[in-house]
């Protein structure tokens, strides 16, 4: 089974983590984003300000380090392709911040200042999806990380303007600093409305947890 | 820090204004098709994300009494108010600061249709 989502997350490489992939939505809309895998708990608020450039706040507990970092994301859609039946999507995306120590004790290190960079892609239509993201840390004296993640997903069904979109979905991420350089997980994702949830378990049995509400 | 960090948290989580919370007054249901002054054909349409950012951005406009976007056929529904229009150069602007591109727009008194270019 390992070795079978394995093969599926090398598959979607390099295919992406789409709860971050819309991170612009539509001008004076407000959106939340939050992310509990195994790597992280994020929390990503952002104001879209114009049709291209969304501006939040994100906080990003990374699960590994054991650290925390706060700080300011800007989100650019570079290109849309709008398509009678699908549309595609390339965002570049930017972050400034500090770190801070979750440890207590002698051990615990200073604040420092942190920024990461990051491109997304996307492509759907009602029934199938495909997204790509690429992520770099610079996490000051916390360490460095970069990130790849890619999704494949399908709908069992089209479903209508406001009922209940359902869709299955495999995400696979390459870390190449991480001791598990390579995995995948499997994701439900609901969506109706202005809400969307995913749940899902990656290949060591870690949950998964995302939701999205767009006002 | 812990501390801090909660109530970033918690500033991030209601950051949102009360405005944009507020219920919507205007119409937003399938019923408006029924009603509907003006028919836009749209491309890149794929969720409701989609239908939302259609419908928060024909909303701000006076001169709209409700909107509606169905996903199957690809087509916003505009309602007016009374003695209200929308020029067709308007409606292509609104769609695409939403975020998407206008194919055709008709009007239920026939006037002023719009077909957009094929892309070459």
Same mark, same amino acid.
């Given at each position: 089974?390992?070795?079978?989502?394995?093969?599926?997350?090398?598959?979607?490489?390099?295919?992406?983590?789409?709860?971050?992939?819309?991170?612009?939505?539509?001008?004076?809309?407000?959106?939340?984003? *939050?992310?509990?895998?195994? $790597?992280?708990? @994020?929390?990503?608020?952002?104001?879209?300000? #114009?049709?291209?450039?969304? +501006? &939040?706040?994100?906080?990003?507990?990374?699960?590994?380090?054991?650290?925390?970092?706060?700080?300011?994301?800007?989100?650019?859609?570079?290109?849309?392709?709008?398509?009678?039946?699908?549309?595609?999507?390339?965002?570049?995306?930017?972050? *400034?911040?500090?770190?801070? $120590?979750?440890? @207590?004790?002698?051990?615990?290190?200073?604040? #420092?200042?942190?920024?990461? +960079? &990051?491109?997304?892609?996307?492509?759907?239509?009602?029934?199938?999806?495909?997204?790509?993201?690429?992520?770099?840390?610079?996490?000051?004296?916390?360490?460095?990380?970069?990130?790849?993640?890619?999704?494949?997903?399908?709908?069992?069904?089209?479903?209508?303007?406001?009922?209940?979109?359902?869709?299955?979905?495999?995400?696979?991420?390459?870390?190449?600093?991480?001791?598990?350089?390579?995995?995948?997980?499997?994701?439900?994702?609901?969506?109706?409305?202005?809400?969307?949830?995913?749940?899902?378990?990656?290949?060591?049995?870690?949950?998964?947890?995302?939701?999205?509400?767009?006002? | 820090?812990?501390?801090?960090?909660?109530?970033?948290?918690?500033?991030?989580?209601?950051?949102?204004?009360?405005?944009?919370?507020?219920?919507?007054?205007?119409?937003?249901?399938?019923?408006?098709?029924?009603?509907?002054?003006?028919?836009?054909?749209?491309?890149?349409?794929?969720?409701?994300?989609?239908?939302?950012?259609?419908?928060?951005?024909?909303?701000?406009?006076?001169?709209?009494?409700?909107?509606?976007?169905?996903?199957?056929?690809?087509?916003?529904?505009?309602?007016?108010?009374?003695?209200?229009?929308?020029?067709?150069?308007?409606?292509?602007?609104?769609?695409?600061?939403?975020?998407?591109?206008?194919?055709?727009?008709?009007?239920?008194?026939?006037?002023?249709?719009?077909?957009?270019?094929?892309?070459?």
């Amino acid at each position: 089974m390992r070795c079978f989502a394995i093969y599926l997350s090398i598959l979607a490489l390099p295919f992406a983590n789409s709860a971050e992939a819309r991170p612009v939505s539509y001008p004076d809309g407000w959106t939340v984003m *939050l992310r509990n895998d195994v $790597d992280q708990n @994020s929390a990503h608020i952002h104001y879209t300000f #114009d049709t291209q450039h969304s +501006l &939040g706040l994100r906080l990003r507990y990374d699960r590994d380090g054991d650290f925390t970092f706060a700080g300011a994301q800007l989100n650019r859609l570079i290109k849309r392709w709008n398509n009678p039946d699908s549309q595609a999507n390339l965002y570049g995306r930017f972050g *400034l911040g500090q770190v801070f $120590d979750d440890q @207590s004790g002698p051990l615990k290190r200073d604040d #420092d200042e942190a920024l990461f +960079l &990051g491109v997304s892609g996307d492509w759907e239509t009602r029934k199938y999806f495909i997204s790509a993201a690429a992520e770099h840390w610079e996490n000051g004296q916390y360490g460095d990380y970069s990130s790849f993640h890619g999704r494949l997903g399908v709908a069992p069904y089209v479903a209508n303007t406001g009922a209940l979109h359902t869709w299955f979905m495999v995400e696979g991420h390459h870390k190449p600093e991480s001791e598990d350089k390579l995995g995948a997980s499997a994701i439900l994702r609901f969506f109706k409305g202005p809400a969307l949830v995913e749940v899902g378990i990656d290949d060591g049995g870690e949950p998964l947890l995302n939701y999205i509400h767009r006002f | 820090m812990k501390l801090l960090k909660a109530l970033m948290m918690a500033a991030c989580l209601t950051a949102a204004p009360a405005t944009v919370l507020a219920k919507d007054k205007k119409m937003n249901g399938p019923e408006v098709v029924e009603i509907a002054d003006i028919s836009v054909g749209l491309s890149g349409l794929v969720c409701d994300f989609c239908s939302l950012a259609l419908n928060k951005t024909f909303k701000k406009r006076d001169e709209v009494r409700g909107t509606y976007v169905d996903l199957d056929t690809k087509i916003l529904s505009v309602a007016l108010t009374a003695d209200n229009t929308l020029a067709n150069d308007v409606i292509i602007k609104l769609v695409k600061k939403a975020g998407y591109s206008v194919t055709s727009i008709s009007r239920k008194d026939g006037s002023d249709s719009y077909t957009a270019p094929e892309k070459s």
